[in-house]
C-alpha cells in the first residue's frame, strides 16, 4: 500500500510534470514483485505518451493510471477474460463504454488485469497465468479475492488509482476486502455494460476499485456519467441496521473481533445501529435449487465455445458453467419471477434503515497453496485442494451475492487495525440508494480512520 497515494488527486497532481512523475511511478510499481502476475498485458509506452498530454490537467482524472480487467474491450487488444479458450481472438475495435468514459475523464491506461477465468470465482486463481498475491502480506502468498484479482492488486499495491472491474456475485467488494482496499459495486443499471465480455447479463454490475470512499464516488460519477449527491449529516444522523441471518455465520476470529469493534466505534461516532434477524434471506438458498442465473446465463454464452475449446477452460469455472444446461425454460421462468418477489420483501423489511452493516466476507485471505490444484501429480490432493476451494467461494460469496440478488449497491471498506489482515465493512442497501451508501461510506471511512489508521 501506498500511503502517498491516499491523499486527493489535486496534491498528486499539484506541480507541472507531477502526471508524468506519477506515471512513472506508477510503471515501476506494476513491473515490481509486488504486481506479479497481477497484469497480463501493459502499456507502458502508450501510458507514458498519454501522460504528457497538457490537455489531461483539466480533467477528473488528470493523466493518472488506471487498470483493466481482462474482460473490457480496448481498441485493438483482444478481450480473453483470462482465458486461454479466447487467445486466438481477433483484436476489438471499439473502447467499451467504461473504458472511454475514464479516458475521457484523463485516466491513462495501465495495462489490462488478470481474473478468475471468465469472472467465474470469488477466489481469484487463475491456473493458466498464475494467482497474484494479495500485496497485505509479504510473508505468506495469499489469494487476492476474485474475479476482479489482478485489479486489486494493481490498486492494493499503488500502480492504478482507479481498479476497472466487474461484480457479478462480489467480484469487486471481496477483493476489495481481502486486499484492505474500497470496493464499490453500483446499481447495476446506472453503468453500461456494453463491451464487457458477460457472465451473467441479469447480475453483472461493472464498477470499480479504489484506495478511498472518495475516489470510489469519482470513479463512479464518471463511470455512470452522473454526478453523487452529498450529504454533510454526520454518521450519527443515519438509521442502520446489522442483519444476524446467515450474514454474520462462521465468521473466522480476525472479521469477527474486526466487525464488532467497528460497531462499537461507530455507536461510540453516535451511529444508531440496530440488530434485525430478516429471514428472508434464508430463502435464497431455496429460490436458487434449480441452479442460479450465472450458471444458466453463462451457459447460454458459452455453450458453442465449449464445443470448440472445452478442453482449454479452467476445469473448476468450466463445471460451474456447465451446470446451468441442466436449467429448465420454467425454472429459469420461474427464477426471475421469485426473485422479484423476494426483492419486494426485502426492500419492505428494510424500509425506515438508511443502510446494513456486514462483514463484507467472514474470513480473512487463506493461503494459495490452500485452493490451489496440487498440479495433477496427487489425485487425492487435487480432490480435497478442489474441495477446499468451493468451500472457501461459496463462503466468500455469500454475503456480497446477497446484494446483487437485491439488484442493490453495496460498498466495501477496509474495518481493521494495523498489524491485522484485511477486513472489510461492507455497506449495503437495495437499488438506487447508491448516494446514501457513499455518504455514510464517506462518515463511516473518517470515524475508522481515526481508530483504526486505515484512511
Not at 465455445?305 to 429459469?332: C, F, N, S, W
Amino acid at each position: 500500500m501506498r500511503p502517498d497515494l491516499i491523499a486527493t488527486r489535486e496534491n498528486l497532481l499539484s506541480h507541472p510534470g507531477a502526471a508524468q512523475a506519477e506515471m512513472e511511478t506508477s510503471i515501476a510499481i506494476a513491473q515490481s514483485p509486488a504486481c506479479e502476475r497481477a497484469f497480463l498485458r501493459t502499456s507502458f509506452e502508450e501510458a507514458r505518451d498519454a501522460a504528457r498530454n497538457p490537455g489531461l490537467a483539466a480533467r477528473p482524472l488528470a493523466g493518472l493510471a488506471i487498470s483493466v480487467k481482462d474482460l473490457f474491450d480496448v481498441a485493438g487488444q483482444v478481450t480473453a477474460a483470462a482465458s486461454l479458450a479466447l487467445a486466438d481472438a481477433p483484436p476489438v475495435t471499439l473502447d467499451s463504454p467504461a473504458v472511454a468514459r475514464l479516458k475521457a475523464a484523463g485516466a491513462v491506461v495501465l495495462g489490462r488485469t488478470n481474473m478468475s477465468e471468465f469472472a467465474f470465482s470469488g477466489v481469484g486463481t487463475n491456473p493458466h497465468f498464475g494467482t497474484p498475491a494479495n500485496p497485505a502480506d509479504t510473508a505468506v502468498a495469499r489469494i487476492p479475492g476474485g474475479s476482479s484479482s489482478g485489479a486489486a492488486v494493481s490498486v492494493a499495491s499503488g500502480a492504478a488509482f482507479v481498479g476497472l472491474g466487474s461484480d457479478t456475485g462480489g467480484s469487486i467488494r471481496i477483493p476489495a476486502a481481502l486486499c484492505g482496499i474500497v470496493g464499490f459495486k453500483n446499481t447495476a443499471a446506472l453503468t453500461p455494460r456494453e463491451g464487457a465480455l458477460p457472465l451473467s447479463t441479469t447480475l453483472d454490475t461493472v464498477c470499480a476499485m479504489t484506495r478511498s470512499v472518495r475516489d470510489a464516488i469519482l470513479a463512479h460519477e464518471i463511470l455512470a456519467a452522473r454526478q453523487v449527491t452529498r450529504s454533510p449529516l454526520p454518521i450519527a444522523a443515519w438509521r442502520l441496521a446489522v442483519v444476524r441471518t446467515n450474514m454474520l455465520d462462521g465468521m473466522d476470529a480476525t472479521v469477527g473481533g474486526a466487525f464488532d469493534r467497528t460497531l462499537g466505534r461507530l455507536r461510540a461516532a453516535g451511529a444508531r445501529i440496530e440488530e434485525i434477524a430478516l429471514p428472508d434471506i434464508a430463502d435464497l438458498a431455496t429460490i436458487q435449487a434449480s441452479g442460479g442465473f450465472a450458471a444458466a446465463e453463462s451457459y447460454a454464452w458459452h455453450a458453442r465455445l465449449l464445443a470448440r475449446q472445452g478442453e482449454r477452460y479452467d476445469p473448476r469455472v468450466r463445471t460451474r458453467i456447465e451446470r446451468g444446461a441442466a436449467m429448465k425454460a420454467h425454472e429459469y421462468i420461474d427464477l426471475v419471477r421469485a426473485r422479484a418477489d423476494w426483492i419486494a420483501r426485502v426492500e419492505a423489511a428494510l424500509r425506515g434503515f438508511d443502510a446494513v452493516l456486514s462483514p463484507t466476507v467472514p474470513l480473512v485471505a487463506p493461503p494459495i497453496a490452500q485452493v490451489a490444484p496440487a498440479g495433477g501429480t496427487d489425485a487425492a490432493q487435487d480432490a480435497a485442494r478442489d474441495e477446499e476451494f468451493f468451500r472457501v467461494n461459496a463462503l466468500l460469496l455469500r454475503n456480497p451475492s446477497v446484494v446483487n440478488m437485491l439488484d442493490g449497491c453495496a460498498i466495501s471498506i477496509p474495518c481493521h487495525v494495523p498489524g491485522e489482515l484485511p477486513v472489510g465493512l461492507m455497506i449495503w442497501h437495495g437499488a438506487l440508494r447508491d448516494d446514501t451508501v457513499l455518504n455514510i461510506a464517506l462518515q463511516a471511512q473518517i470515524v475508522l480512520a481515526a481508530t483504526t489508521g486505515n484512511p
